[in-house]
Nanobody, 119 residues
């Protein structure tokens, strides 16, 4: 069974930094993309940063230059380094893996970790 577990969220002042971690366990075949999303109540979940299967990264415009996605394949860990945090970065952050199970596309999600940016 595939599990994604996020950690590292918390309360930080504007301008501060946090690093989120996602531990991926279980057998995943043919990963298409791995990334981080965020969501606030009443709003759609939005992509923050991701890797595709070739290793290319993608960032939302709102976080470019401030957030960095990275991974440790040997330990099945994915990180999101967040610098110069702003109040509008406040959200629940979710780790996501998109993969194929046979010919079926499957989205795996973690339970989310809360990030609050406030003075």
């Amino acid at each position: 069974q595939v599990q994604l577990v996020e950690s590292g969220g918390g309360l930080v002042q504007p301008g501060g930094s946090l690093t989120l971690s996602c531990t991926i366990s279980g057998n995943i075949f043919r990963t298409i993309a791995t990334g981080w999303y965020r969501q606030n109540p009443g709003k759609e979940r939005e992509l923050v940063a991701s890797f595709n299967s070739g290793g290319a990264t993608h960032y939302a415009e709102s976080v470019k230059g401030r957030f960095t996605i990275s991974r440790d394949n040997g330990m099945n860990l994915v990180y999101l380094q967040m610098n110069n945090l702003k109040p509008e970065d406040t959200a629940v952050y979710y780790c996501n893996v998109v993969a194929y199970s046979g010919t079926v596309r499957v989205d795996y999600w973690g339970q989310g970790t809360q990030v609050t940016v406030s003075s």
